[in-house]
């Protein structure tokens, strides 16, 4: 099933906002009806491909067939951007200046590798795409025309090593898909992102994604041990061990490269025995110090639950985790701070981290909530992009930001941030709801996750921008890092520079020369264009 | 206090092995005395240096005097190569081909960057020096004249931040030095490999080392949170949160870099409170197989010791972990495989996991040997390099090797380097012991660290020279990596090549080029020159 087009997931699942939360947004953030319909997929004005048919011929040749290069409006529109809210905001006006010429779909690396020389012969950029999730303008390279690399008929799980614990999978397998084939053999990945429902293993590796579980289970690039690239230059493959002293770390240069230096054809990834048990439980705290506080002391002397999460006041006042409730903490002034704590393993082990981190958390001032607030947590924990996409349509503005930084950094990165969205968006007429969670946790720091809510501009994109670019500031300012687990895409990319500093950016930009000569891989994307 | 020139350590600490021992190496592997007798410091023939008075001028200007450059014979001496057999074999032949043209000591970030200026004014190579330990010919460029930059003025610890538990290091300050400062504060790194007494912490990055307690505190890369790198185009600083989805990971593009991208000059590591506990104890499994089962088994599902590690048969039997109960087992069939197991932490977490892994270990066929054994291989942890000397001295040869792979290829690879070892050395009239331990665990693999004792050839450089490249090719053969922990240096480079395949050598040479233009860093050092 292909993602909606103009928003996100499987459209059978959005839900309008219950009257009480229009109501809500219309009296505490002036959010106004939207004054102008919503255009259908039809009525997009789709710009004619420039790529001539020789070059679509060659590509087609490329493939194995012409039915795996896509040239109709709607696979060109489906592969337009990805799904950060300026990316639906412009979708849904019809601006399609990014639109792809045409959309490959490869089979094997072989394949990649051809469709790369056809793209050099033809003056083609080329983007890979996966599961089209990204939030940072991943997806639209700077360079004109280009063709989308969808890596979907990739999908195979092609080697699983029960002794070693390590699975090899193709690029384009969306995380729903890979579990379900490593569950048929007692596994698991535990890599379960926001965008989980959709979002592929290339897609992760490429992007260093991170999951809700990565308490336990990692980021996804801890998760990584071998990845193929496939480049113009040719093939790089690592991961010969799990760790080696044979000189810098490849798959940590490949992770994070966002396509900007060849695309990943298979990932060789560590795999964990499906979890016997599974509970998630909420706690309450008096403030996001203190629960902080606590969380760090569970991230530096454990025991480390496996989901472990906390958010401020003004999120655990909105339930943003729980979409059905929203509104309904509002007026209780005393609703303190939500954590959630999940716990996965066996019966034995979990109930002693349990009972451990309890003892932990209680010492640290929580009260215990139960599993009730937890369980609804898990069950919603991938629907807050449906709450977005219904915000949109009753003319709210809503989009989320996320960064890290070391423990005694935190509150100062997590107030600069929260001021500078506040500040210049109640400058520019409409003051936001700005909310946060702490939303991973390691030994050393943790990353702060933001939702913003507030009414929408007269040009939403452009409303926006100034207080995106405030927040991108502030947090450099403030010591921390420009995403946690976005990625950088074009969006953050100049403030990535300043973060990385010209020279090690100029390394950056020798190894993509060196693998991409042509620089037609995602122009633009992480990297300057010259 | 300065290493023995020609040896490992603190000479006081050397002692001649034991009459018996000695009596075993002739009878067992036909041993005979050194016909030559020892050179003295004094005896060495060096060469006058090639750099003129203009270049060392210069070099005193950027490091803020002429004391701070030495020029003397026994400066140049102990700067010469690292602490490999085939180093040790060499120096103590008087052989001085790879002599520094004058050891420079910065006491700066800005004064590395004048020294690297200054080397490239004057077409002089540098090559840093930490400890000076390297086994991999780190120290040994392939162009002819260079300057050792030797680190030990930058041996400050800069900044602690016990909320994020971070540390601020210089490279120079060796290991001890490093965990004295630390522990005033409350904090240890936990980094405790063989060469602990010697190395230092810009080594330990530079090189990608491990330690004996990994299993618990993880590898040094592991701790490694930021690192500033002085090129010379200028300098690169990385590290703004513990993790981050800003493009790839720069640390560990540095990381194993082996100094031919830059300096290391400031290192972020992640630093834990001291334990309060420390227990170290004996397990004896009745094979290697069976022993190896039972650390994977620790590895993947816990819980986890801080310090796991298995002898096979014959380096149970010759008892290498404790150089004075040498030859005490030999005639003991039935003594099987000895494991390390250590806890430490605080008394209850170490309690736990002290007997939740006990409960492992014996279910996987382990008889508990009790905290003797683990004391006496505590006590005798970094004394195997004096041993060495003993054994140089008595005219046998012996040296390590080690490699990791994912635990599926353990056995192959196991099998494979011993008998590349075997065959080689007794095919040239040398029959070895070679002896192996697991010495560091991952739920995906593990490494393997060999240790070779054998009589010395008539050249035993050259005669050992086809013993290990034999093994290095056992090695890519059965999956493994060329080094686990060692590092690539010169001796691996050819090796290490193959392993990582020629279009990745190329970006990392461009990475090189961008950052060393003139490639005076290590040239030769981890990759080809040109």
């Known amino acids: 099933?292909?993602?909606?087009?103009?928003?996100?997931?499987?459209?059978?699942?959005?839900?309008?906002?219950?009257d009480s939360v229009t109501g809500l947004l219309r009296d505490l953030l002036g959010v106004k009806p939207r004054s102008t319909p919503a255009l259908a997929l039809d009525d997009l004005d789709l710009p004619a491909p420039t790529a001539g048919p020789a070059a679509l011929a060659a590509l087609a040749e490329a493939v194995g067939g012409a039915?795996?290069?896509?040239?109709?409006?709607?696979?060109?529109?489906?592969?337009?951007?990805?799904?950060?809210?300026?990316?639906?905001?412009?979708?849904?006006?019809?601006?399609?200046?990014?639109?792809p010429q045409a959309v490959v779909l490869p089979a094997t690396h072989d394949e990649v590798?051809?469709?790369?020389?056809?793209?050099?012969?033809?003056?083609?950029?080329?983007?890979?795409?996966?599961?089209?999730?990204?939030?940072?303008?991943?997806?639209?390279?700077?360079?004109?025309?280009?063709?989308?690399?969808?890596?979907?008929?990739?999908?195979?799980?092609?080697?699983?090593?029960?002794?070693?614990r390590t699975a090899v999978l193709q690029p384009g397998l969306r995380a729903p898909a890979a579990e379900a084939l490593l569950a048929e053999q007692g596994f698991t990945l535990g890599h379960f992102p926001q965008s989980f429902e959709w979002a592929s293993i290339g897609g992760f590796a490429a992007a260093r994604s991170s999951g809700q579980a990565s308490a336990g289970y990692?980021?996804?690039d801890e998760m990584v041990l071998g990845l193929t690239l496939a480049t113009p230059e040719g093939t790089v493959e690592t991961g010969r061990a799990p760790r080696s002293a044979a000189g810098p770390d490849l798959r940590q240069l490949i992770l994070g490269s966002e396509g900007a230096f060849g695309v990943i054809t298979s990932v060789t990834v560590r795999v964990r025995p499906l979890p016997e048990t599974?509970?998630?439980?909420?706690?309450?705290?008096?403030?996001?110090?203190?629960?902080?506080?606590?969380?760090?002391?569970?991230?530096?002397?454990?025991?480390?639950?496996?989901?472990?999460?906390?958010?401020?006041?003004?999120?655990?006042?909105?339930?943003?985790?729980?979409?059905?409730?929203?509104?309904?903490?509002l007026g209780q002034s005393d609703a303190g701070c939500l954590a959630i704590t999940g716990y996965e393993g066996t019966p034995e082990e979990t109930a002693y981290r349990r009972e451990r981190a309890a003892a932990v958390l209680t010492a640290c001032g929580g009260t215990p909530l139960g599993t009730e607030s937890g369980e609804r947590w898990a069950h919603g924990r991938f629907s807050a992009p449906y709450l977005r996409d219904a915000l949109l349509d009753v003319g709210a503005f809503a989009e989320t930001l996320e960064t890290a930084a070391f423990w005694s950094r935190?509150?100062?990165?997590?107030?600069?941030?929260?001021?500078?969205?506040?500040?210049?968006?109640?400058?520019?007429?409409?003051?936001?709801?700005?909310?946060?969670?702490?939303?991973?946790?390691?030994?050393?720091?943790?990353?702060?996750?933001?939702?913003?809510?507030?009414?929408?501009?007269?040009?939403?994109?452009?409303?926006?921008?100034?207080?995106?670019?405030?927040?991108?500031?502030?947090?450099?300012?403030?010591?921390?890092?420009?995403?946690?687990?976005?990625?950088?895409?074009?969006?953050?990319?100049?403030?990535?520079?300043?973060?990385?500093?010209?020279?090690?950016?100029?390394?950056?930009?020798?190894?993509?020369?060196?693998?991409?000569?042509?620089?037609l891989l995602n122009p633009g994307v992480l990297l300057p264009t010259d």
Chains 1, 2 share one sequence.
């Open 1 to 18: 099933m292909d993602m909606l087009w103009n928003g996100w997931g499987d459209p059978a699942k959005a839900a309008p906002l219950p």
């Open 67 to 99: 039915e795996h290069v896509r040239t109709d409006a709607e696979s060109r529109i489906r592969h337009t951007r990805g799904k950060s809210t300026p990316d639906l905001l412009r979708i849904r006006t019809g601006d399609l200046s990014d639109v």
């Open 113 to 164: 590798l051809a469709v790369l020389r056809v793209c050099a012969d033809h003056a083609l950029a080329a983007v890979p795409f996966g599961g089209g999730t990204s939030v940072v303008g991943g997806l639209a390279p700077e360079r004109g025309a280009f063709v989308a690399l969808d890596l979907r008929r990739m999908d195979a799980l092609l080697d699983l090593d029960p002794v070693s």
């Open 218 to 220: 990692g980021r996804f």
């Open 278 to 329: 599974k509970v998630y439980e909420g706690w309450r705290f008096a403030s996001f110090e203190a629960g902080a506080a606590a969380l760090r002391r569970l991230a530096q002397d454990g025991p480390r639950p496996t989901v472990l999460r906390l958010s401020d006041e003004t999120e655990t006042l909105i339930g943003l985790a729980s979409p059905d409730k929203i509104g309904a903490g």
């Open 410 to 519: 935190v509150p100062e990165l997590y107030a600069a941030v929260r001021t500078a969205l506040t500040d210049t968006l109640t400058e520019a007429g409409t003051p936001p709801l700005v909310m946060c969670h702490i939303s991973h946790v390691y030994e050393n720091g943790a990353s702060l996750y933001f939702t913003v809510v507030s009414a929408q501009g007269e040009d939403p994109v452009a409303h926006w921008t100034p207080a995106k670019h405030a927040a991108n500031e502030a947090i450099g300012a403030a010591g921390g890092t420009i995403s946690h687990h976005h990625g950088v895409g074009t969006d953050h990319r100049d403030w990535y520079v300043r973060e990385t500093g010209e020279l090690a950016v100029e390394a950056l930009r020798a190894v993509k020369r060196r693998l991409d000569p042509d620089g």
